[in-house]
């Protein structure tokens, strides 16, 4: 079992930055594939990023790739999302995922977090 509680979300307005973290409980942080998702009003939830249990491979959605930054530290069992330059269009709650699966963790996560709630005003 995995638990996944995201926190640093915000207001900041257009062309600002934010950083989102997730902390996961559990001593095998390390072996789980980590992802960033995030759900607009009246949309979908949709992928962001997602970074492998070593942190060597990363993988971005086309609409953040150059913006934003995955990373984690798994002796802190935390995994961030970097976000800079950011648009109004990025106003969403932002959610932490895990799996195994480095592939599945980008569709279907096993572990969601609750959420983080970032709003950029224009």
């Known amino acids: 079992q995995v638990q996944l509680v995201e926190s640093g979300g915000g207001l900041v307005q257009a062309g600002g930055s934010l950083r989102l973290f997730c902390a996961a409980s559990g001593r095998t942080f390390s072996r789980y594939a980590m992802g960033w998702f995030r759900q607009a009003p009246g949309k979908e939830r949709e992928f962001v990023a997602v970074i492998s249990w070593s942190g060597s491979n990363t993988y971005y959605t086309d609409a953040v790739k150059g913006r934003f930054t995955i990373s984690r530290d798994n002796a802190k069992n935390t995994v961030y999302l970097q976000m800079n330059s950011l648009k109004p269009e990025d106003t969403a709650n932002y959610y932490c995922?895990?799996?195994?699966?480095?592939?599945?963790?980008?569709?279907?996560?096993?572990?969601w977090g609750q959420g983080a709630q970032v709003t950029v005003s224009s």
């Open positions: 995922a895990s799996d195994r699966s480095y592939t599945t963790v980008q569709l279907t996560p096993t572990y």
